[in-house]
């Protein structure tokens, strides 16, 4: 006898997977990896537009800075750029209520009026 049967669970009660499933692309989320497109697809069109050696080095390490970390924050949580987001921009960290106000003196150094106009 499975657990369904011994307590006749209402279906409308069960975790539908609308409710879990996220959208993915390539291990990324899609938010994020719309993001991606967007920010490496303007590194690309700098990369075409300025091109050299340098260029296109360049563009294959901002790749890597870019979609790497990304790739491995989600390897295992599909909510991970809600952590991120959150922790960086965060109440606490824009907070700005222990700032000290302080006196600020201005100091006039001459009196003489510039006529050189």
Do not use: C
Request: proline letters at 3%; charged letters at 20%.
């Amino acid at each position: 006898m499975t657990t369904e049967q011994r307590f006749k669970v209402n279906p409308n009660l069960r975790n539908n997977k609308v409710f879990s499933d996220k959208k993915m692309k390539a291990g990324i989320p899609h938010q994020m990896y719309i993001l991606l497109l967007f920010v490496n697809g303007f590194a690309l069109l700098l990369a075409i537009k300025f091109f050299s050696l340098f260029s296109v080095l360049a563009f294959v390490i901002f790749l890597l800075i870019t979609v790497l970390p990304i790739y491995t924050i989600h390897m295992e949580d599909r909510d991970a750029h809600v952590a991120w987001r959150s922790a960086i921009l965060g109440a606490e960290s824009t907070d700005n209520s222990q700032t000290t106000q302080r006196k600020v003196k201005f100091i006039k150094l001459s009196d003489i009026k510039d006529t050189r106009k």
